[in-house]
């Protein structure tokens, strides 16, 4: 029987730049960084130069362009959605999302807008 290939990808901070409180998390099933999370293949990114500083601190075009790249790479290669390993990443929804032809969700947040509709809803 065939492998199941991974049809989301995971895009994740550089490996050893997790903040330590981070990498507690990802031991934690639930945890978007943790394989056990999934009933399914997911594919996990480690992109070059994410980190703290690049994402949070000093938003960096270099690792933006570079999670566009690897994204390209994987969608070429049959995924077809991407996440991150981090909500702050949605500093780059806008640009990930315009660029990839598959839905981007780079972060829980995104859902806010829709929960408020949903709590506004007289329903």
């Keep these: 029987m065939e492998a199941m ?3 989301i990808a995971v895009l994740c901070w550089e490996e050893g730049h997790v903040p330590k409180g981070l990498m507690q998390l990802e031991s ?3 945890n978007s960084t943790n394989p056990d999370s999934y009933p399914f293949p997911v594919h996990f990114c480690r992109i070059k130069g994410a980190n703290v500083e690049t994402v949070l601190e000093n938003p960096s075009g270099k690792v933006l362009r570079r999670m566009i790249e690897e994204s390209k ?6 995924v077809r959605a991407i996440t991150t390993s981090c909500g702050f990443n949605a500093i780059f929804q806008r640009e990930l999302a315009s660029a990839l032809q598959v ?3 780079s972060s829980s947040l995104l859902q806010v807008p829709l929960v408020h509709r949903r709590e506004a809803s007289p329903c």
Excluded at 73 to 78: Q, Y
């Design 73 to 78: 790479r994987l969608i070429a290669g049959g």
């Design 5 to 7: 290939k991974a049809e």
């Design 103 to 105: 839905p981007v969700f």
């Design 28 to 30: 934690l099933v639930g």
